[in-house]
């Protein structure tokens, strides 16, 4: 399941089954930005929340997130852009092409996550890849769409322990809630603009309830080498793509 190559990040990702990886084009990462953004600006037009259809500022429109409904959000967060998780592909492909090769298989559509600040039930429960039938081969590129200093962001445990921690929390018969078994090996990557996580189908991840004073908007999508079976539950959902 993990290739080896020279390459600092890379050497991360073989030893604890994640990473940073690194925008090859600041250009490319901002035009995926505004197309979200515009994507979202037409969906706010839709739910005919009219003091918000003329924002142009995307941190402006962060604070806004604060204040909507938890139906507004779900509705905002329907983005359906085919080209979006090639676009993702494209802006951090000198990366991904030394760990996957230049033949990939993609999710087509990009999951929007909006996390807001004061809020337990946009909170992504702690969970593998492997736990939601997604394929031992795939990757899941974790992309936020501004900086992320604190722990606000999504939360990771080596595969290594977290094999270790599915074992016990299996020992325990459920006796334990789960974020009470992990939350002792829980890091908080700190991302700059233009940089992703990217993990391994075994590594625990998920989010925490956060004071910040903005909602952490993100895009995750999954890649894995083309030549590996796909073994995932929904195959209509992933398309070929040779970068």
């Given at each position: 399941m993990r290739r080896k190559v020279k390459n600092k990040n890379i050497f991360d990702l073989n030893k604890n089954g994640w990473t940073i990886i690194n925008a090859n084009n600041f250009n490319k990462v901002d035009k995926i930005k505004n197309l979200f953004f515009k994507e979202?600006?037409?969906n706010i037009k839709k739910q005919k929340i009219k003091k918000d259809s003329h924002i142009?500022?995307?941190?402006?429109?962060?604070?806004?997130?604060n204040k909507y409904s938890h139906s507004q959000i779900n509705s905002l967060k329907r983005v359906y852009v085919d080209s979006i998780s090639n676009k993702i592909i494209s802006a951090f492909s000198k990366d991904l092409i030394k760990i996957f090769g230049k033949n990939l298989i993609v999710q087509r559509f990009p999951q929007i996550q909006i996390h807001r600040p004061k809020d337990n039930i946009r909170v992504t429960f702690p969970h593998v890849e492997i736990m939601s039938s997604h394929s031992p081969y795939?990757?899941?590129?974790?992309?936020?769409?501004?900086?992320v200093?604190?722990?606000s962001g999504l939360f990771i445990i080596d595969d290594?322990?977290?094999v270790k921690l599915c074992d016990k929390e299996k020992k325990m018969m459920k006796k334990i809630e789960r974020i009470k078994i992990i939350e002792d090996?829980?890091?908080?990557?700190k991302l700059k603009y233009g940089e992703a996580l990217l993990f391994n189908a075994m590594v625990y991840h998920g989010s925490l309830y956060h004071n910040s004073k903005l909602s952490r908007v993100s895009m995750d999508?999954?890649?894995?080498c083309a030549t590996n079976p796909i073994y995932e539950k929904n195959n209509e959902f992933f398309s070929y793509l040779k970068i």
């Amino acid at each position: 399941m993990r290739r080896k190559v020279k390459n600092k990040n890379i050497f991360d990702l073989n030893k604890n089954g994640w990473t940073i990886i690194n925008a090859n084009n600041f250009n490319k990462v901002d035009k995926i930005k505004n197309l979200f953004f515009k994507e979202i600006i037409k969906n706010i037009k839709k739910q005919k929340i009219k003091k918000d259809s003329h924002i142009k500022d995307f941190n402006l429109l962060r604070l806004r997130f604060n204040k909507y409904s938890h139906s507004q959000i779900n509705s905002l967060k329907r983005v359906y852009v085919d080209s979006i998780s090639n676009k993702i592909i494209s802006a951090f492909s000198k990366d991904l092409i030394k760990i996957f090769g230049k033949n990939l298989i993609v999710q087509r559509f990009p999951q929007i996550q909006i996390h807001r600040p004061k809020d337990n039930i946009r909170v992504t429960f702690p969970h593998v890849e492997i736990m939601s039938s997604h394929s031992p081969y795939t990757y899941n590129i974790w992309f936020p769409l501004h900086e992320v200093r604190d722990n606000s962001g999504l939360f990771i445990i080596d595969d290594h322990v977290s094999v270790k921690l599915c074992d016990k929390e299996k020992k325990m018969m459920k006796k334990i809630e789960r974020i009470k078994i992990i939350e002792d090996y829980i890091k908080f990557p700190k991302l700059k603009y233009g940089e992703a996580l990217l993990f391994n189908a075994m590594v625990y991840h998920g989010s925490l309830y956060h004071n910040s004073k903005l909602s952490r908007v993100s895009m995750d999508t999954r890649v894995q080498c083309a030549t590996n079976p796909i073994y995932e539950k929904n195959n209509e959902f992933f398309s070929y793509l040779k970068i």
